[in-house]
Structure formats: structure tokens, C-alpha cells
């Protein structure tokens, strides 16, 4: 069972995640919090698995919140929950010890797969952000930020997985769909739903300007 702590100043959104998770049989609402000093009381007392944090909120927010649940040595995993997707508060809570910035927009199916997949040790980026974070790293001198080449490397593996990674290389030598496919003993369909994918994270349906962004996403 993955206890779940919830952290939202919005009593409307602290009962809607828990009528989502409550109906998860692996999952369990263990408390709820309206602020960051409620978190880490909170945590203290229920050692929750996955702790969902919302960003701002009265009193001490969920970045500093974040930071002081690490301080303490809890093991907890935070997802960070927000409707900004604004790089900075981005940047800040994954180098305050985040494993995941979820937005509160998202489908409930994939909110509580998100809470599966950083319970296993993933870490958890929406695409688009992903994608907006990878591209700021890149462009920033690695002693600017903290951490910035720890968060670099979780950016980029969240951006594809280890299969994209692998039809992306091929993309990237000229390969079609048919010879990605024969390579990887996969059938043609399978190949276009991850060349699909890869678009989608990259934000673009045109090889060629793929090609040019996968290139430098991979460092080829």
C-alpha cells in the first residue's frame, strides 16, 4: 500500500485528490495538510511514501516546505503540485529535493499512475515542462544554479524514455519507420506510436525539425 499525504490550502482540491486516490486499492490517503508547517508535522507523524505539495500557499510555501521535510531526513517522495509552469519554481523545487512537478490540471488516471511511478524511484515531468526545463539547462552555465547538473540529468531522462531514446538514435541516422522497425524487432505500428511520442515531448510533427532537436537534446 503507497500512503499518499495530501498539502493543499484548498479544501475543494484536498477532497477531490482524495475521492481520486481513494478509489486506487494500492493507494492510501493517510492526511491532509492546508500549509507547509502542517506538512512536516504532518509527515513526521504519518511517514507518508509520497507526499503531494502544493506550491504556494499561506504561511510557508511548498518549495520551503520541501526543503525542510529534507533537512529532517524524511523519506518521503514529493510531488509538486501547481498551476504555474513558471522554470523558476521549477528549477527551485527540484533542487530542494522534489522528485516530480505535476500539474492540477492533469487527468485523474494519470495523477495516480504519477504517484505509482515516483513511488518506484521515477521521476516525474509533464512533457511540455520537461521539455521548457531541458532547454533552459542547456542554455545555463552549470555553476549558475545548485545542483544544475543533477537536475539536468533527471530533465532529460524524463523528457524520453530508454526505448525513445533508442528509436531516436535510429531517427537520427536517417532511418524510416520500416528499417527502425526490422532493427528493433518491433512491428511498424509500434514504431510510429513511439516516433508519435517523441514528437509529442518535443513539441513538433516535422522530422526534419526533429532530427535538428533530437541532435542536440542527445548530444549528437
Not at 506538512?39 to 518549495?63: S, Y
Request: hydrophobic share 45%.
Amino acid at each position: 500500500m503507497i500512503k499518499v499525504l495530501i498539502v493543499d490550502d484548498l479544501a475543494l482540491m484536498r477532497d477531490g485528490l482524495q475521492t481520486i486516490i481513494g478509489l486506487e486499492q494500492d493507494l492510501q490517503v493517510v492526511g491532509t495538510a492546508r500549509s507547509g508547517e502542517e506538512a512536516i508535522e504532518q509527515a513526521l507523524l504519518l511517514e507518508p511514501d509520497i507526499v503531494l505539495m502544493d506550491i504556494q500557499m499561506p504561511g510557508m510555501g511548498g518549495i520551503a516546505a520541501v526543503r525542510m521535510m529534507k533537512d529532517k531526513g524524511l523519506k518521503a517522495a514529493v510531488l509538486i503540485l501547481t498551476t504555474f509552469s513558471d522554470i523558476d519554481y521549477i528549477v527551485d523545487g527540484l533542487s530542494s529535493g522534489a522528485v516530480g512537478f505535476l500539474m492540477k490540471d492533469m487527468p485523474g488516471e494519470q495523477l495516480v499512475q504519477s504517484i505509482r511511478d515516483a513511488a518506484a524511484g521515477h521521476f516525474m515531468l509533464p512533457s511540455a515542462v520537461a521539455v521548457k526545463l531541458a532547454n533552459r539547462i542547456h542554455a545555463l552555465d552549470s555553476g549558475h544554479l545548485p545542483g544544475i547538473n543533477t537536475i539536468r540529468k533527471k530533465a532529460e531522462a524524463a523528457l524520453l524514455t530508454n526505448k525513445e531514446q533508442t528509436v531516436a538514435r535510429l531517427l537520427l541516422e536517417g532511418r524510416t519507420n520500416r528499417e527502425i522497425a526490422g532493427l528493433l524487432f518491433m512491428s511498424e505500428g509500434t514504431v510510429k506510436n513511439y516516433v508519435s511520442s517523441i514528437y509529442g515531448k518535443i513539441g513538433t510533427n516535422d522530422r526534419t525539425l526533429a532530427v535538428v532537436a533530437l541532435r542536440d537534446l542527445l548530444g549528437d
